[in-house]
């Protein structure tokens, strides 16, 4: 058996309170103080991945080096630790049974009927444990999707309650996260919704060790007695998780209220040092003390559900903070924009970034934004298919090819500037079937691209069935916008730039996923300090 500890993190009382962002602050204490650490998050759908799912449902899907679509989860575990997660990161429900069914199917059972416990709670163990015996992290924190008391969830729960017995008494905690709310007519703070959301974690076998609680107003020592008393545990052992400005803050507040120590302690860990924030804080103090505003429109489809862009909206914000800068974003809908609205909805910003997305719905917006971009000098960044409207726009409005388009749109266009790729064109099932994940891009000397990175190969993430169609190069490199990026290995076109224009720059991956807090993404980095520039003229 190895040593690595388990922490598990649940919720009560109503989801979204920020179970991910609680575990990645613990996990970005411990790593402070030298510790291997990563995060883990079972989401307890049937979906396989959370790939196949609209934006809408469960915003962004998060996108690994190694080709995993994922939790958005996945996107803070990486900003706040500056280390890749893997396809082991994010197990769903979905994938539990696919592998539960799969070995039925071969035969390993050896003729035992197949049941929720134990073999379904024995896959859920099995892809917990891994993470400790084939990675070697020192603490692996395991975030459990849903809320306690929830159908779907109940099987990780039980899970959890077997590793506890399993494990060495100081191998393995829970983190309950709860809400106590504040009732403004009265005046009070309610401790009645954790006590029974603790008490339906107890009915399931299992004491949370630590119960943090969310809340909008100072908790006074009464009000964590009683949390104490009736969740039988020690008053340092509730913690208070304040609303604030910026989940950049969490570390620190959590830090002060003693989370990493109380659980170090439980662990049976060493603590001898003072973890290293350093650099976090320095982070921390320049994005909230910026007090010039850069413009930054981001026009999408889903914009709704801010979510549906969560890695972007926190790339920007690296790359605004690093540049002293405020970040404002103006959430901009593509269906809304028309040559009537477009002057309208995008004068005045100082930067423009067109975002990913799939199928018909919102294009003709998005290419108008692309078109007034370009002709008005400002900043552009096309991230995805951003960069395939950029692609598509000056195919119509520049080359003089009226109908071009990608054939995602419209399959029999004369211009299919943006096209299938080859190894798509037999693809019959639509999960994890796209390009995705990692791969190298080669960077061309002298262009806006070379600039951001200074660097001649670089990695970056993808996640798309459509790429830019070569046989069109010659024409767009003779009319003014060239491939400053393309894989060395297939010749795929990775980014396309305007030279002549302050700073347009189209990518075909998405490097919004690998942006952390400690290592800001150089396009967007340049981006911003382009826009930034725009505004100052
Ligand atoms: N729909 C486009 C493709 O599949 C772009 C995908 C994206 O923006 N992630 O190629």
Same mark, same amino acid.
């Given at each position: ?11 009560? +009382? ?20 030298? %510790?291997? +650490?990563?995060?883990? /998050? ?19 899907? &998060? ?36 592998? +539960? ?53 109940? #099987?990780?729960?039980?899970? +959890?309650?077997?590793?506890? !017995? ?13 809400? *106590?709310?504040?009732?403004?007519? @009265? ?5 009645? #919704? ?15 060790? *630590? ?36 989940? %950049? ?19 049976? =860990? #060493? ?6 924030? /350093?650099? !976090? ?5 320049? =994005? ?5 505003? *850069? ?6 489809? %889903? ?49 423009? =970034? *067109? ?23 400002? #900043? ?91 046989? &069109? ?29 302050? !700073? ?21 980095? @340049? ?11």
């Amino acid at each position: 058996m190895s040593d690595t500890k388990y922490v598990f993190v649940t919720g009560g +009382v109503t989801s979204s309170l920020g179970k991910g962002i609680i575990s990645a602050s613990l996990a970005k204490l411990l790593q402070a103080r030298g %510790y291997k +650490v990563t995060i883990q /998050k079972l989401d307890p759908y049937l979906n396989v991945d959370p790939g196949t799912l609209n934006p809408y449902e469960h915003g962004e899907c &998060y996108v690994t080096v190694d080709g995993a679509e994922t939790d958005l989860d996945l996107g803070h575990y990486e900003r706040f630790l500056n280390v890749h997660t893997s396809q082991a990161n994010n197990v769903t429900t979905g994938r539990i049974y696919q592998n +539960v069914i799969n070995k039925e199917r071969r035969g390993d059972y050896l003729g035992k009927t197949v049941q929720i416990i134990p073999h379904i709670t024995d896959e859920i163990k099995r892809n917990i444990k891994i993470l400790g015996t084939k990675h070697n992290f020192d603490v692996v924190i395991t975030e459990i999707g849903g809320t306690v008391g929830d159908i779907e969830s109940l #099987p990780y729960i039980e899970a +959890v309650r077997q590793m506890k !017995w399993e494990l060495e008494p100081n191998q393995a905690i829970v983190i309950h996260l709860t809400l *106590v709310p504040y009732l403004k007519a @009265s005046g009070e703070l309610k401790t009645k #919704p954790t006590q029974h959301s603790v008490k339906a974690l107890l009915e399931t076998g299992v004491q949370p060790d *630590v119960i943090v609680l969310r809340t909008e107003k100072e908790l006074n020592q009464d009000i964590r007695k009683k949390v104490a008393l009736f969740c039988n545990v020690d008053i340092k052992s509730v913690i208070q998780s304040i609303d604030v400005s910026t989940i %950049y803050e969490v570390p620190v507040k959590m830090q002060e209220e003693g989370l990493d120590e109380t659980v170090m302690k439980k662990l049976n =860990l #060493p603590i001898d040092n003072k973890p290293e924030l /350093k650099e !976090w804080k320095t982070f921390l103090d320049k =994005l909230k003390n910026a007090k010039e505003v *850069v413009n930054i429109g981001l026009v999408g489809k %889903y914009v709704e559900l801010a979510d549906a862009y969560k890695s972007i909206i926190e790339a920007l914000t690296h790359a605004a903070t690093y540049n002293d800068r405020k970040l404002k974003l103006h959430l901009i809908h593509s269906e809304q924009i028309n040559h009537k609205t477009v002057d309208e909805k995008l004068s005045g910003l100082d930067g423009i =970034l *067109v975002a990913p997305g799939f199928g018909h719905r919102g294009i003709e917006g998005k290419l108008t934004a692309v078109k007034y971009a370009r002709e008005n000098k400002i #900043p552009f960044l096309g991230i995805c298919l951003g960069m395939q409207c950029a692609v598509i726009e000056f195919a119509r409005n520049v080359l003089g090819y009226q109908e071009a388009n990608s054939t995602e749109m419209e399959l029999h266009t004369p211009y299919p500037v943006i096209d299938l790729m080859e190894d798509q064109k037999n693809v019959t099932d639509m999960g994890g079937t796209m390009r995705l994940g990692a791969y190298e891009c080669k960077i061309k000397k002298g262009t806006k691209a070379y600039e951001a990175y200074n660097k001649d190969l670089v990695e970056e993430r993808h996640r798309h069935r459509y790429e830019f169609n070569n046989e &069109y190069l010659p024409a767009y490199e003779k009319a003014g916008m060239i491939a400053s990026g393309h894989n060395p290995e297939t010749g795929l076109v990775e980014i396309m730039e305007i030279p002549e224009h302050p !700073w347009f720059v189209g990518v075909q991956f998405h490097p919004e996923y690998s942006s952390t807090v400690l290592n800001p993404h150089p396009v967007f980095l @340049s981006f911003v300090k382009a826009a930034i520039k725009n505004k100052k003229e």
